[in-house]
Every structure is written in structure tokens, then in C-alpha cells.
């Protein structure tokens, strides 16, 4: 029994680090929801495949992120939920169809999606607490960025928005 305290101790201790959000991770206020994630890791990722991403998308004319007002001028209550549509929008049509021959992008596109799923699991809790709520502004906008993806097939869609995540990062990164 002469160990147990001094196990206890390492036990809370690498719980308590295992909880705490690394150096690298930001909070970000998505409205009254609050989400520690690394953007600095996701957009490193991101720029290691952007140019092939980019490159496997052979319409220039339309975009997914970018249409006017698309992600403009979110009011603050709106962010979370717009937040969440936009990870779970990534999680469940865009990284399932943008899969490549290459082992290095598809290791980097996994990490993205994991990072988001993460980010998203985190949003979906206080979604369901209903600190989440959706108004009508970020509805449409929202509907206007499916409306731009389905223009497209699924693959084409799924690769143009990969290489417009800058466009959802940068948009982020303002909710600090």
C-alpha cells in the first residue's frame, strides 16, 4: 500500500494533462459556446496539400465558401451554430469524397477531419444544451453554401471545398 499514494498522484496528474489543452490550442467563442482547438496544427496540415488540392480542381468560375455573404458578417449569437453545421458540412460530404492516390495527402486530410470531428463532438455538446441556437441569418447562409456544393458532382464539390478551407480558417480565427 506504501505505492498508492504516489500512483494516485501520477494517475490525476496525466488526467489533468490529458485534459488540459496543449500550448498549441486556442479558445475559440463561437458564440456563448467556448472550443479549445489547434487552427495553427489544422492550417499546417492544410497548407502541406493545399496546392495539390487546388490543383484537382478544375472549375475556377464557382465557389463553395466564397459566394457573397456567405460567411460575412455572422452575427455572434449565430457563430456556433454555423460553426457546427460547417464542421459536421466537412465531417459528413466533404472529407469522405476527397480521397487521392496519395498516401501524405489522404494522412493530412485524416488529420484535418479528426481535428474537426473533435471540434465539432465538442460544439454538438453545447448545441445540445441549447447555448447553440440557430437564427434564420445563419440558416440561409448555410443553405447557400449547400446550394453552391451540390451544383457540383459529389468528388469535384468535396475537393473544391478542401481547397477553400483558408477561406473557413481564416474565418475562424476571428472568433478568438
Known amino acids: 500500500m506504501r505505492g ?10 496525466s488526467c489533468w494533462v490529458s ?4 500550448a498549441a490550442d486556442k479558445i475559440f467563442h463561437f458564440g456563448t459556446c467556448r472550443v ?13 496539400i493545399k ?8 472549375i475556377r468560375t464557382l465557389s463553395i465558401l466564397s459566394h457573397p455573404h456567405s460567411l460575412h458578417k455572422v452575427k455572434s449569437a449565430d457563430r456556433c451554430c454555423i460553426t457546427h453545421q460547417l464542421l459536421t458540412f466537412y465531417v459528413d460530404k466533404v472529407f469522405k469524397h476527397c480521397r487521392t492516390e ?14 474537426f470531428l473533435s471540434a ?8 445540445e444544451q441549447n447555448n447553440c441556437m440557430c437564427g434564420e441569418e445563419s440558416t ?23 481547397g477553400e478551407l483558408d477561406i473557413l480558417l481564416d474565418w475562424m480565427d476571428k472568433s478568438r
Not at 479549445?36 to 502541406?48: G, P, Q, V
Not at 496519395?102 to 481535428?115: Q, Y
Not at 465539432?120 to 448545441?127: A, D, T, V, Y
Not at 447562409?141 to 451544383?151: C, D, P, S, V
Open 4 to 13: 498508492s499514494p504516489l500512483f494516485l498522484c501520477l494517475l490525476s496528474t
Open 19 to 22: 485534459l488540459t489543452p496543449t
Open 36 to 48: 479549445s482547438m489547434s487552427l495553427a496544427e489544422i492550417r499546417a496540415a492544410f497548407t502541406a
Open 51 to 58: 496546392a495539390n488540392i487546388q490543383a484537382r480542381d478544375p
Open 102 to 115: 496519395d498516401s501524405f495527402v489522404n494522412r493530412k486530410i485524416s488529420s484535418i477531419a479528426n481535428s
Open 120 to 127: 465539432r463532438r465538442r460544439l454538438g455538446q453545447c448545441h
Open 140 to 162: 440561409e447562409k448555410f443553405k447557400q453554401i449547400l446550394a453552391n456544393y451540390e451544383e457540383l458532382n459529389v468528388t469535384s464539390a468535396a475537393m473544391k471545398s478542401l
